[in-house]
């Protein structure tokens, strides 16, 4: 007995020691980590503390409804707020873990049900749209599954009225990771954009149908054979002439190019494929051309985006599946669009499926118009996907071909950082030629 205490007594003041030591590495790498990264340092020290007052008052807009979703083990829990309401559920989980994913297999497939779209918005949103009459703009703080649900697809009646619509057809809509987010001050860039846009659209060997390609691709399947997109190119040069800036057709645009380039350009807009690895969203990634760059493999995963420094208001990510990733407790879904998010870029517009590369290349050219007569960037969105539906045919107006892009972010109108540029040269001009003026007159 004497010899397992004296072991044990050995063994506990090793783990102090080890424990000691960890406290000690940790510290140094905190002290690291702000002596080499000031402006996180900076970030975490003005952070401020999250009220609900605060969250109401001074971070939602005026007429803005937001929603946000809790995943619990039992229930969901939902708080929605405008300027000064505040509405808190508690949603029983029931067969939501069977039914989002039958109702997204649902609109990934053409095999829309509004029945499901119906029953998912009185499950999820029973009485909040009766109770916040006013309001035409959702922002929704999605959580656990329903981060891969596009709720404009969804289906509720105007209260008071019969008959369903969809969502769209009511409410802007965007997206958010976390309210908490909202009121974390922004990192100052390190460089400003110079550039409005700058696109890339590589080119594809294998042949394929115009009216059927889609921008999908296997975890498994190599670079190869993946299937030409014969809109994509054309959806660049279309939006560079439409917002000015530049472009990367073919093999120029390659990986390298984008990493030298991106950090650039206020928009950076990426028409290709997207691979995505279901098990390790980390090793996702984007398609670009093939190259002998020996540093380059042609190929952008989610974790090279994670040492990328990008100072972009919106990377919008025209390709499959580029919101789709792991979910982790805390962290959201790991997804090509997360990295970016972690690259510095605050709006990323991405797809929840395989996108049809014809429907795709008009809703962002519709989008872009909007971009560029003014329109906040969800409201765009919403205008593009309306627009398109305007002129779709009984097939293609199901969901499957206009809701799969969604947007992480704000709906704030981009400037054009072009214009900005030259309002800063017009008035040192200016003060250079009252200077000029004033000395003249003395």
């Given at each position: 007995a004497e010899f397992q205490q004296q072991a044990d007594s050995a063994a506990l003041s090793q783990l102090n020691k080890n424990l000691f030591d960890t406290e000690q590495q940790y510290e140094q790498h905190i002290n690291h980590l702000a002596s080499a990264y000031?402006?996180?340092?900076?970030?975490?020290?003005?952070?401020?503390?999250?009220?609900?007052?605060?969250?109401?008052?001074?971070?939602?807009?005026?007429?803005?409804?937001?929603?946000?979703?809790?995943?619990?083990?039992?229930?969901?829990?939902?708080?929605?707020?405008?300027?000064d309401q505040v509405l808190f559920q508690q949603i029983p989980r029931g067969d939501l873990p069977q039914l989002i994913p039958n109702y997204l297999e649902?609109?990934?497939?053409?095999?829309?049900?509004?029945?499901?779209?119906e029953q998912l918005a009185?499950?999820?949103?029973?009485?909040?749209?009766?109770?916040?009459?006013?309001?035409?703009?959702?922002?929704?703080?999605?959580?656990?599954?329903?981060?891969?649900?596009?709720?404009?697809?969804?289906?509720?009646?105007?209260?008071?009225?019969?008959?369903?619509?969809?969502?769209?057809?009511?409410?802007?809509?965007?997206?958010?990771?976390?309210?908490?987010?909202l009121g974390l001050p922004k990192l100052e860039n390190a460089q400003v954009a110079k550039q409005s846009f700058l696109g890339y659209a590589p080119v594809f060997e294998k042949e394929s149908n115009p009216l059927l390609a889609s921008r999908s691709a296997e975890n498994i399947q190599a670079v190869s054979e993946l299937e030409r997109l014969p809109q994509?190119?054309?959806?660049?040069?279309?939006?560079?002439?439409?917002?000015?800036?530049?472009?990367?057709?073919?093999?120029?645009?390659?990986?390298?190019?984008?990493?030298?380039?991106?950090?650039?350009?206020?928009?950076?807009?990426?028409?290709?494929?997207?691979?995505v690895d279901d098990?390790?969203?980390?090793?996702?990634?984007?398609?670009?051309?093939?190259?002998?760059?020996?540093?380059?493999?042609?190929?952008?995963?989610?974790?090279?985006?994670?040492?990328?420094?990008?100072?972009?208001?919106?990377?919008?990510?025209?390709?499959?599946?580029?919101?789709i990733g792991v979910y982790h407790q805390g962290e959201g879904i790991v997804s090509l669009a997360q990295g970016f998010l972690h690259a510095g870029v605050p709006n990323v517009m991405m797809s929840l499926w395989s996108v049809p590369d014809q429907s795709t290349a008009q809703i962002m050219l519709y989008?872009?118009?909007?971009?560029?007569?003014?329109?906040?960037?969800?409201?765009?969105?919403?205008?593009?996907?309306?627009?398109?539906?305007?002129?779709?045919?009984?097939?293609?107006?199901?969901?499957?071909?206009?809701?799969?892009?969604?947007?992480?972010?704000?709906?704030?109108?981009?400037?054009?950082?072009?214009?900005e540029i030259w309002q800063m040269v017009l008035m040192a001009l200016g003060m250079a030629l009252m200077g000029f003026i004033l000395y003249r007159l003395k």
């Open positions: 000031p402006a996180y340092q900076s970030y975490k020290q003005e952070e401020q503390e999250l009220t609900l007052e605060r969250l109401q008052k001074e971070l939602l807009p005026k007429g803005n409804l937001a929603l946000e979703f809790m995943w619990g083990e039992e229930n969901i829990y939902l708080l929605a707020l405008d300027y649902g609109l990934r497939s053409r095999s829309f049900d509004p029945q499901e779209a009185n499950i999820l949103m029973n009485n909040v749209l009766s109770k916040f009459k006013e309001h035409e703009h959702l922002t929704i703080f999605a959580d656990g599954l329903l981060g891969y649900l596009p709720f404009e697809t969804l289906m509720a009646s105007e209260p008071g009225e019969g008959g369903s619509e969809f969502l769209i057809n009511r409410f802007t809509i965007n997206y958010h990771i976390s309210a908490k987010l994509a190119e054309q959806e660049v040069k279309n939006i560079a002439g439409l917002l000015g800036g530049s472009y990367k057709l073919g093999a120029q645009a390659t990986e390298a190019d984008f990493k030298r380039s991106a950090h650039q350009s206020n928009i950076i807009h990426l028409a290709s494929h997207a691979i098990k390790n969203p980390l090793f996702s990634r984007l398609v670009f051309a093939s190259s002998q760059d020996s540093l380059e493999d042609g190929l952008l995963h989610t974790y090279e985006l994670y040492n990328i420094q990008l100072n972009a208001d919106l990377a919008c990510l025209s390709a499959c599946n580029t919101g989008f872009y118009e909007e971009i560029k007569n003014g329109q906040g960037k969800a409201d765009a969105l919403r205008q593009a996907k309306l627009r398109y539906l305007e002129t779709a045919d009984a097939n293609t107006q199901d969901p499957y071909y206009w809701a799969a892009f969604t947007l992480i972010g704000d709906n704030q109108a981009i400037k054009d950082k072009g214009w």
